[in-house]
């Protein structure tokens, strides 16, 4: 999957972008996400929108009739997640997350045991810890700067690949 997470752009830029997203997604046979905007998700027909604890309410970005993923921090918003998907961390520190404390491999350990959506393990995740973060029971994970900051995009994508089940 490929999560488009955008804040800076107006609309009718970022919806090109998206568009653009899709188009090459799409070819690739890749879902595509959009970071908090349904709206958006939809008009440039993308898979999913992914939100927040503090965004809209899964409910409510249902009825754009797309998928919806969540982030959560915590088992109590694992156990009550009624997304299509979510999102468990930020395992590590991340700038990505600036702000949000590290959960740590307990929630990853939780989420194996106990969520009831496929999920994926986010935050802080790179070649230096994935092991620890597959050995904890994740199966998915969710990377930013692992990939973009490496001096080999497609090689770092192909070595986490390979670390995961």
Request: net charge negative.
């Amino acid at each position: 999957m490929v999560q488009v997470r955008e804040r800076q752009l107006p609309d009718r830029e970022l919806l090109r972008v998206l568009e653009e997203a899709r188009e090459v997604t799409r070819g690739l046979g890749i879902p595509l996400v959009v970071n908090d905007r349904p709206d958006l998700a939809v008009l440039c027909g993308a898979d999913f929108v992914h939100v927040g604890q503090e965004d809209l309410p899964v409910e409510a970005a249902r009825r754009f009739g797309i998928g919806v993923g969540l982030s959560t921090h915590a088992p109590r918003e694992i156990d009550a997640a009624e997304a299509d998907y979510i999102g468990v961390g930020p395992v590590y520190a991340t700038p990505t997350k600036e702000g949000r404390a590290a959960v740590g491999l307990e929630l990853v350990r939780y989420a194996a045991e106990r969520a009831r959506a496929p999920w994926f393990a986010v935050g802080g995740i790179d070649a230096s810890n994935v092991t620890e973060v597959v050995a904890a029971g994740a199966r998915r994970i969710a990377v930013v700067r692992a990939i973009v900051d490496s001096p080999d995009p497609e090689r770092a994508a192909s070595d986490l690949r390979s670390a995961l089940p």
